[in-house]
């Protein structure tokens, strides 16, 4: 009997050393930050891939998609509808011209359109 005790009592001790592991488990896991080591030197991926990109090239207000219009910072999908339906641009200016397209969002798209 004394051996089915001592059997009991290792079982239970078993448990609960088991049960109090499992609640430290996500803790454990919180704390587990995985770092990229970079040697001096090196470089990134990202960053080469930044290096060798080419420059954006300006977008044609008479010529570009709808798509590339929207990814002219402030130009939504109707923005560049009105674009495209106010086509052919003599110059960048006739932009104002487009509802929606005040002097600040004019002065914002210079740079990045043509005619």
């Not at 001096?40 to 954006?56: E, F, K, N």
């Not at 106010?86 to 914002?108: A, H, N």
């Amino acid at each position: 009997m004394a051996s089915v005790r001592d059997l009991l009592t290792a079982l239970y001790l078993l448990l609960v050393a088991g049960l109090g592991v499992a609640s430290l488990w996500p803790r454990l896991t919180e704390r587990f930050v995985p770092v990229e080591v970079v040697s001096p030197g090196a470089v990134s991926p990202a960053a080469s891939d930044l290096a060798s990109a080419p420059s954006p090239q300006p977008v044609s207000l008479n010529r570009a998609s709808l798509e590339e219009l929207e990814r002219l910072p402030g130009v939504g999908p109707a923005l560049a509808r009105r674009i495209v339906e106010g086509r052919p641009y003599g110059s960048v200016e006739e932009l104002d011209r487009v509802k929606g397209i005040g002097p600040k969002t004019l002065e914002r798209l210079r740079p990045l359109v043509v005619p």
